[in-house]
């Protein structure tokens, strides 16, 4: 079993360790997973109105 501080010690010693993300690499990502998302919600809109299409002319 591990105390409390040591834990907190360990802790901050691998946050250290961690690189992250500059500002301009957040906006960036940010910005690509909102065009993707743009871009599948188009997709299945798309694809949706093409099935329904058919099935209302076969039906």
């Known amino acids: 079993m591990i105390s409390p ?3 907190v010690s ?6 250290q360790r ?4 500059t500002q301009r690499e957040t906006v960036g990502m940010t910005v690509a997973v909102v065009l993707m ?3 599948s919600m188009i997709y299945f809109f798309v694809s949706d109105s093409i ?6 002319k076969i039906l």
């Open 10 to 15: 360990q802790v901050r010693r691998e946050l």
């Open 5 to 7: 501080a040591d834990f």
């Open 37 to 39: 998302v743009i871009c």
């Open 51 to 56: 099935v329904c299409f058919v099935l209302e």
């Open 18 to 21: 961690v690189t992250w993300p």
